[in-house]
C-alpha cells in the first residue's frame, strides 16, 4: 500500500446496548488492518447520543472486545496520546470546531422549534423533498437576536454545498457518488451543546490523526457529509473502506439483535473459545484464502496469521450470511486440537459455576477421553462433572440394573468387578480390560450390560466417557468404594 501516514484506525462504537457480532467482526478487521502494516488499533466510544445510551453497554464493548482478544493500542481505558477516547469527555472540542465553521460562514445557527420542523418537512414532501428547507442560512441579525431574546436555543447546521457533485472513493467498493443539492443542511451541533454523530466524529478522527477509516456499510451515505466536512475545515480525509453486512442465516435480510448469535454475550456464555469465533469472523466479508501443502484451504488460523496476509481490498462489498453450523464445527475443531493445558483453562471457570471444585491435574488427565464428546465448553459439566464430586451416591437401583437384565445379575456384576479390580496388580485400562471383559459371557450378558452398572456405579450415570480411561483416573481406592456402596444397595434389594 502507497501511504504516507502512519496507519491509525479506530473502533467508534456507541454504547447502545449488547455488542453485536458485526461489531466485532468490524474490530477485528481494523484490528488486523492495523497489525498489518504496523500500525495502531484505537478504541473510541461515541457516546453524544445520550437518548440512545443504555446503562452497562460500555463495559459490554469491553469484555467483548477482550474476550475475543482484540487489544487496544489507545482507548478509555488505557489512555493514550490523543485522549480522551470518551466523546462525552471532548465536547468543548466539539463546539469549538462548530464555532469555527459559524467563522467561516461554513455553518449556521437555526432556530426552529420541533414542531416547526415537522411542519417544514411536511411542507417540503408536497415537493416530493423532505427535511429542512435551509431556511436560517437566510436569516438577519435582527432576526437572530430576536430569536435569542425569544429565549430559543439555536442548532448549528452545515452549509452544504448547493451545486456540484461530492465523491468518496471507497477501498472496497471504488466511488461513492452524491449530488450536492440532494444534501439536507444537516445539524452539527444540537441545542443542548452537544454534537451530532457527524461531527464528532470528524473531529475526533482529524485530531486522534486516523488514517483509515474500516466501518460498517450502513454508514455509507454519510461518507460524502464527512468528506465535505474535511473540506470545509481544510483537512485531509482518512481513506475509507466499507464493510459488508453480516446476512441472516436463511440470507434473508441482514442479521437483527434477536437472531440466534447477534450479541457477541451469546458466545461468551455459551461456551465458546474465543479464537474459534475470530476465526470464523475473518471469513466473513473477506477469507484468509491460504493453502496448505496439498493445496487445501486452511481452515484453522489465528488472527495473527490472518493479520500477515489481511488485505482490506480484498473485503466484498456484498453482504454474507452468518453460518452457526460453520462457527460451531470450528469451535470443535478447537476443542479437540488445544492443548490440553490451555484447554483445561477454559473449562475449568464452567465446572466451577457448576459448583465443582476443579482438580486441574484430574482435569488435563480428563482431556483426551471427553474433548470429542464437546461441542461447546459448557457441555464439560454434563459430561465430565461427576469427576469432581466428592462422593457419589446412588440411592436408585433402576439406575444400576441394565436393560433386559436382573438385580441378581446387577450384585454379581458389581461384586465381581470389584473383587477382580481389588487383585489387579496394576489399575491400568489395559489391565482392567483384560480382567473384565471375558466375565460379561460368564454371566449371559452382552458387554454393554456388564459395564452399565458398574458405570452407574461410579459415576452416578448412565453415560459417561469411556469406562476403564475413567475409571483409571478416578483411581481404585474411590472405585472400590463406590462399588462397595453400589453392592451395598442391591444387597438391601435382595432382602426385600
Ligand atoms: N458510532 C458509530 C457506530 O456506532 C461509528 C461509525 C463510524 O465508524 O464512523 O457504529
Redesign the pocket.
Known sequence: MTESRPVRVRF???P?GDMHIG?VRTAMFNWLFARRHGGKFILRI?DTDQERFKEGSLDGILEGLKWVGLEWDEGPDVGGPYGPYIQSQRVELYQQWAQWLLDHDKAYKAYETPDELELIDKTLQRTGKRGYDRRGRHLSDADRARYEAEGRKPVVRFKIPLEGDTVVNDLVRGPISVKNEQLADLVLLKSDGFPT?HLA?VVDDHFMEISH?L??EE?ISTAPIHKLLYDAFGWEMPQIAHVPVILKQSGKGKMSKRDEGAAISYFINGGYIPEAVVNYLCNVGWSYNQFDAEGKEIQIFSKEDAAKVFDVTRVTPTGTKFDLVKLNWLNGEYIRRMEPIKLAKYLRPYLQEAGYEVNVDVLIKLIPIVRERLKTLKDIVQVAGFMFKETITVDNPELLIPKKATAEQTLQVLQIAHDLLAGLPEFTVHAMEEALRPQAEKLGLNAGQFFSPIRAAVTGQTVSPPLFETLEIIGREVTLERLKNAIALMETQQVK
Open positions: 467508534a462504537p456507541s447502545t461489531g461515541e454523530y466524529n477509516i466501518r460498517a454508514w
